[in-house]
């Protein structure tokens, strides 16, 4: 989904910290985690998207892992969740920022002469919703964010359209990374339909969510 004029907020934005947070399968026993970060729950939390089981792993993914299979041939990890200190938060608005006014909106088919979906990294300054969430995700993981915690999600977006945006688990609950909204956002803020998202341990595991995030409100002049 190309950016569009406008930026939606919510006043949920403002409790965010109250949110509590993050949950998913549990597999092998953790490794050793920086500081930042917590493992998660294993119960789901009222800031946190239910989970269902596996589902098909979206075209545009499978092909990105064919042209860049290092980035795909990863362990299984256990899940975890960032903590929502001031400083990440700072980094995630940053990084989301600058993502959104790097890369030149441009749909699927005009940059790569396809309707079948291509992801990738921005390597010509320019693409669609897959590219600045996956941009992001990478900028992440630069920044010492755990790959578990970050979480390519397709949505259908307030105009019933398909739409990719980066999920970021929090003990304060789901967050989003838009290239249509500039403010980080709790996932039940966005009125998006969330369908499907990659698991926490493994990203080449995609899992169901089939719900609707929230309500979406327009940003007030003074806000």
């Excluded at 409790?15 to 026993?29: E, R």
């Excluded at 259908?156 to 945006?165: A, P």
């Excluded at 789901?174 to 998006?192: H, K, Q």
Aim: glycine residues 8%; hydrophobic residues 35%; charged residues 20%.
């Amino acid at each position: 989904m190309l950016r569009s004029p406008g930026v939606l907020t919510s006043s949920l934005l403002l409790g965010l910290v109250s949110l509590v947070g993050a949950t998913s399968l549990s597999i092998a026993p953790a490794a050793a985690q920086s500081t930042w970060f917590k493992r998660t729950s294993t119960q789901p939390a009222a800031g946190s998207a239910a989970v269902g089981g596996s589902t098909s792993v979206p075209y545009g993914w499978l092909d990105f892992c064919h042209r860049r299979p290092k980035e795909c041939k990863v362990p299984a990890l256990p899940a975890t969740s960032v903590k929502l200190t001031a400083q990440n938060l700072s980094i995630l608005k940053r990084i989301n920022q600058k993502a959104n006014r790097s890369i030149k909106p441009v749909s699927n088919y005009d940059h790569w002469g396809t309707m079948m979906d291509h992801w990738d990294y921005p390597v010509d300054g320019k693409g669609d919703c897959k590219i600045y969430a996956l941009y992001k995700r990478k900028l992440l993981q630069e920044a010492g964010f755990p790959r578990q915690a970050l979480l390519m999600t397709v949505v259908r977006d307030l105009n019933n359209e398909g739409h990719t945006i980066l999920t970021v688990k929090t003990d304060k609950g789901d967050l989003v990374l838009d290239n249509m909204v500039d403010e980080i956002r709790p996932w039940n803020a966005t009125g998006y339909y969330f369908l499907k998202r990659q698991s926490q341990q493994n990203p080449n595991i995609w899992v169901s969510l089939n719900q609707r995030g929230g309500k979406a409100s327009r940003m007030s002049p003074n806000s």
